[in-house]
T-cell receptor, first 117, second 113 residues
């Protein structure tokens, strides 16, 4: 079975440019999560969706960050304009489950390593 | 509020010797606890999960963890380390009935030949 698929795997761009990260969750999963991982702050939850609807975006660091989930099989995380401090590994994860989440684990993609010069 | 504390940032063992990665949790009610492993340049992979069915939980690759409520611990063990076990390990608690996972800071496991 295909897991969570993220693209691109690596992105290097200059400060000020728009960056779009993409995620395809596991088919049938109701929940989708975006995380950021850095050495200093570890893993941080940015936002998560349930049935394509954003539920909690309190982890989104600034208005420069936005996320969408136009359908059950696709989500994007956009940074505009990008800054060097946005350099990190961004992970997408998905999870099955009904309302309340139950105890279903999250399945992670391999991440996008983002470098802003 | 739930939280997890991984007591060691780095653990080094020799191949073939036991592994112990320590995790304490804080939760106001019966928690859902997980261990994830992250190999270099990869995403996180679920090792095992505790969901109150049994206090000793067996996971993949020979790992297991024991939930001890009296000690608020969920330590990860393996009888015999392999070189392929070298990775970052995260202890994780689920935040109530929300979708959120709360991650520990991670423990780097080094396995020496």
């Amino acid at each position: 079975d295909a897991g969570v698929i993220q693209s691109p795997r690596h992105e290097v761009t200059e400060m000020g440019q728009e960056v779009t990260l993409r995620c395809k969750p596991i088919s049938g999963h109701d929940y989708l999560f975006w995380y950021r991982q850095t050495m200093m702050r570890g893993l941080e939850l940015l936002i998560y969706f349930n049935n394509n609807v954003p539920i909690d975006d309190s982890g989104m660091p600034e208005d420069r960050f936005s996320a969408k989930m136009p359908n059950a099989s696709f989500s994007t995380l956009k940074i505009q304009p990008s800054e060097p401090r946005d350099s990190a590994v961004y992970f997408c994860a998905s999870s099955p489950g009904t309302a309340g989440m139950g105890n279903q684990p999250q399945h992670f993609g391999d991440g996008t390593r983002l470098s802003i010069l | 509020a739930q939280s997890v504390t991984q007591l060691d940032s780095h653990v080094s063992v020799s191949e073939g010797t036991p592994v112990l990665l320590r995790c304490n949790y804080s939760s106001s009610y019966s928690p859902s606890l997980f261990w994830y492993v992250q190999h270099p340049n990869k995403g996180l992979q679920l090792l095992l999960k505790y969901t109150s069915a049994a206090t000793l939980v067996k996971g993949i690759n020979g790992f297991e963890a024991e939930f001890k409520k009296s000690e608020t611990s969920f330590h990860l063990t393996k009888p015999s380390a392999h070189m392929s076990d070298a990775a970052e390990y995260f202890c994780v608690v689920k935040a109530g009935n929300t979708g959120k996972l709360i991650f520990g800071q991670g423990t780097t496991l080094q396995v020496k030949p």
